[in-house]
Nanobody
């Protein structure tokens, strides 16, 4: 099994910054992509940013230029640096990872963290 644990959420004023972290632990042979999604009350869960094992990244249009995703593969950790935060960034942020388990030929599975709340308000 694999566990994803997020941290770093909180309350911040508009224009402020936060840094989210997500650590993957458990039976891990390799991790393909790691990313962040967010879900506001009454809305669907949407992709915020993703980082692939090759180092490429992809961002939602709404966060381009403000958010930066990065990975520390040695620590199985993904970060999301969020700058110039806006009230519309308020949501629960979820970490996602596609993990290959015990062996090189084990199937890949998607795992989710429990979520961390980000609230942008004055």
């Amino acid at each position: 099994q694999v566990q994803l644990v997020e941290s770093g959420g909180g309350l911040v004023q508009p224009g402020g910054s936060l840094r989210l972290s997500c650590v993957a632990s458990g039976t891990i042979f390799s991790i393909n992509h790691m990313g962040w999604y967010r879900q506001a009350p009454g809305k669907q869960r949407d992709l915020v940013a993703v980082s692939t094992s090759s180092g490429s990244t992809n961002y939602a249009d709404s966060v381009k230029g403000r958010f930066t995703i990065s990975r520390d593969n040695a620590k199985n950790t993904v970060y999301l640096q969020m700058n110039s935060l806006k009230p519309e960034d308020t949501a629960a942020y979820y970490c996602n990872a596609r993990v290959r388990g015990r062996r090189w030929d084990s199937p890949e599975r998607d795992y989710w963290g429990q979520g961390t709340q980000v609230t942008v308000s004055s």
